[in-house]
């Protein structure tokens, strides 16, 4: 037996109960150093289940051509917004990262090339979620890239290649928003948990969608009607939720919670699975 499976068998070992996955609904990069109903959602979602062994975070604001991972062991805190607080581009999340979960992830992802970056780190996708629900980041974070280039179902049939991670105790997350157009956003009212009328319609689709199992229903979004035009112009914060629906098993049913719409045209609606 080489090192290299010695080390995946040392540090991902395989659990009785396999671990929940996630879809979070990010927001505004705010919620990082906010205390909300939302964040206070993540850490409840936390506190409800068994500490992971390494969280591995597919995140809205990591976009590329073709699949990578990070395979630092010390990524770096990504500030990749503008116009915020000072406060909010001083915070650090200094968890380590784990060369040998990447690779493992490299090997578990075999319909596809998969690249170890060591370039990228934590975006706000990741950091401004991970660190409500382990503020301790003692608990390795990776980040697993968007192909934006490729459609919704092939998003949601590489998710399945992940789940055996699951069983070895990794914490796997989407991070995005269902509904997410930030030119009809209502800056009126940004901080109330108020939608317009086709996004808190499409909202509740999404939920009975997603607790009815129908997953194959998200792969086109035309089909979802006109709604879907206006909250997903481009699909980048919505290929998340496909990720954390592709690793939900028959057996498992979901809770759905932080379920607003805010600002008109964002939607914080998250899902736990398992």
Request: with cysteine.
């Amino acid at each position: 037996m080489n090192q290299q499976f010695q080390n995946y068998i040392n540090n991902f070992k395989e659990r009785e109960t396999r671990m929940p996955a996630m879809f979070v609904g990010h927001g505004s990069p705010m919620n990082g150093i906010r205390d909300n109903e939302f964040t206070q959602g993540w850490v409840n979602a936390a506190q409800s289940m068994d500490l992971p062994s390494a969280v591995l975070v597919i995140s809205a604001h990591w976009l590329t051509n073709g699949t990578q991972v990070t395979a630092m062991d010390f990524p770096k805190t990504i500030h990749d917004f503008g116009g915020f607080p000072q406060e909010l581009f001083d915070v650090q999340y200094p968890a380590s990262g784990s060369s040998e979960l990447a690779e493992l992830i490299q090997k578990d992802i075999y319909k596809t090339e998969v690249g170890l970056d060591h370039e990228w780190g934590l975006d706000h996708g990741a950091w401004t979620v991970v660190r409500h629900m382990f503020p301790d980041a003692d608990i390795p974070v990776l980040q697993l890239s968007i192909d934006y280039f490729k459609p919704a179902q092939y998003h949601y049939d590489l998710a399945q290649q992940l789940a055996n991670l699951r069983k070895k105790g990794v914490l796997i997350i989407g991070s995005g928003n269902m509904i997410h157009n930030l030119k009809m956003i209502d800056w009126q009212n940004i901080d109330n948990n108020i939608g317009y009328d086709w996004a808190e319609e499409l909202n509740k689709k999404f939920v009975q969608i997603i607790e009815n199992k129908e997953h194959s229903k998200l792969f086109n979004i035309s089909e979802l009607g006109e709604a879907a035009k206006l909250a997903i112009p481009t699909p980048d914060h919505y290929f998340p939720l496909l990720y954390s629906l592709g690793l939900q098993n028959s057996k498992e049913e979901v809770e759905i919670f932080n379920n607003h719409c805010v600002a008109g045209s964002l939607s914080m609606t998250s899902v736990k699975i398992g």
